[in-house]
């Protein structure tokens, strides 16, 4: 009789790769990178405003 297999899941990181500097780098990379996609967005917005490209919704 065949077992049915499961669907493999995304694996994980152990708790021995998410204390590495490695893993560590990684992450600070990420927040830096959502932080700077942030803050572009915003100077972008407020350079459409001021130029009157675009008008927010108030």
Do not use: H, V, Y
């Not at 708790?15 to 830096?32: D, G, H, L």
């Not at 700077?36 to 927010?56: A, Q, T, V």
């Amino acid at each position: 009789m065949e077992l049915m297999k499961s669907k493999p899941r995304k694996k994980l990181p152990n708790k021995k790769i998410i204390k590495t500097p490695k893993f560590e780098a990684k992450e600070q990379f990420t927040n830096s990178a959502l932080e700077n996609l942030r803050s572009e967005k915003e100077r972008l917005i407020n350079n459409l405003i001021d130029s009157g490209e675009f008008k927010p919704n108030i």
